[in-house]
Each structure stands twice: as C-alpha cells, then as structure tokens.
C-alpha cells in the first residue's frame, strides 16, 4: 500500500497567516492527490482534487501544488473559519489512503 | 443538490455483521462519471477507506478489511450498502459514505456519517 505521511501533525497559527501543510507519498502517485477540510463533528469536505485544482465553491486562499511524492496545501491567509483538521489522499492506487491528518489550531 | 445519507443499527454486538445503507437523493446512482464508496473515522483518529462500488456493481476492497466486507448496490432504490462480519470493538467508528468523482477519484459528496459502536 501507499503510505501518506503529513507534516506538521498539528500547528498552531493566528488569523492572517500563511499557512503550509506537506503530503509526502511513500512512491510516486503522479498528481492523483486530493485535500480535506473536516471540522468537529461533521464530514470531511473536499478542497484540492489531482493536486493543484480548486474544488468548485472553495475559496480562492486555498491552494495545491506537487507532483510524484511532495505535495503542499496553502492557505494564503487564514480565516477564523479555516482552524480544522486537514487530510490529504492518495487516488493513484486502487487501495485509497489517506494522510494522518494535521489539525490547524488557533495561537 | 444530491445528498447522501446513512442508515442503519447504531450498536452492533461483537461477532456479529455491521450493516449500513447509504441513500442517494437528488441524482441517480446510475452515473459513469461517479462511483460510491465507503470511509470510516474511528472516534479521535483518521480516515480510513473501507472499499467503494461502481453502478455496474464492481467493487475494490481495503486489503486489510476484504476478507470482512461486502459492498453491494441496489440502482432500482438508489441505494449502496456495507456489510462488516465478525466485528470487534475495533470497528466502532462513524462511517460515511461517499461519491467519488471518476475521473478525479476524489470524494466530493459526503453524507452526515453514522456512529455504530460495536459492544455487548
């Protein structure tokens, strides 16, 4: 199988900031990559799909980037709304995995 | 607006079989572009893919729950099901189930999750 390691595990950050989440694949999955947002309580929500596109009604502040094994989400600058857990999956393999979450605190 | 909701028993008593039913409304399951799958969340940790179906009724399983799981749908009622055997208290979990965009294989509808604890 696939293995998805995320990093930070977690990370504190305050309203405005710039924030950067890695994805990195145990081998390469091409731009088969997609991000989740899941907030307490409630389903995960799809952000990024194949990497680098933006998920129809997502804001704009959100962005992919990666390709083989390196993958990163940004978040340009941080809303109030924004403070979740995020996960990254892997498509590229019909056994589908996912990342160990990071989860997006408030400093 | 398609929507996807589970349903099913909330307690499932150990060695028994875990069945859920997932109902898709406001669209038809019977769709090339989507196929269905099935995700679960033990309480406080990740998510992990149990195994998702096409219309046509081929299915892919998780390596590690395929001896247990059975995916099957049902196009004339809108439906896909999950069935787990021989359960323990590591299967309790809220499990969701989702559509998967083809030719993406992300799963951009999600329903509400159901919460089955698995306990005597």
């Known amino acids: 199988d696939i293995q998805m390691t995320q990093s930070p595990s977690s990370l504190s950050a305050s309203v405005g900031d710039r924030v950067t989440i890695t994805c990195r694949a145990s081998?390469?999955?091409?731009?088969?990559l997609n991000w989740y947002q899941q907030k307490p309580g409630k389903a995960p929500k799809l952000l990024i799909y194949?990497?680098?596109s933006l998920q129809s009604g997502v804001p704009s502040r959100f962005s992919g980037s990666g390709s083989g094994t390196d993958f990163t989400l940004t978040i340009s600058s941080l809303q109030p709304e924004d403070f979740a857990t995020y996960y990254c999956q892997q498509s590229y393999s019909t056994f589908i995995t996912f990342g160990q979450g990071t989860r997006l605190e408030i400093k | 607006q398609l929507q996807l909701q589970e349903s099913g028993p909330g307690l499932v008593k150990p060695s028994e079989t875990l069945s859920l039913t997932c109902t898709v409304s406001?669209?038809?399951?019977?769709?090339?572009?989507?196929?269905w799958g099935w995700i679960r969340q033990p309480p406080g940790k990740g998510l992990e893919w149990i195994g998702s179906i096409y219309y046509s009724g081929s299915t892919y399983y998780n390596p590690s729950l395929k001896s247990r799981v059975t995916i099957s749908v049902d196009t004339s009622k809108n439906q896909f099901s999950l069935k787990l055997s021989s359960v323990t208290a590591a299967d309790t979990a809220v499990y969701y189930c989702a559509r998967t965009v083809t030719v993406s294989d992300a799963f951009d509808i999600w329903g509400q999750g159901t919460m089955v604890t698995v306990s005597s």
């Open positions: 194949a990497a680098s």
């Open positions: 081998q390469s999955i091409s731009s088969y």
């Open positions: 406001g669209g038809s399951i019977s769709s090339s572009s989507y196929y």
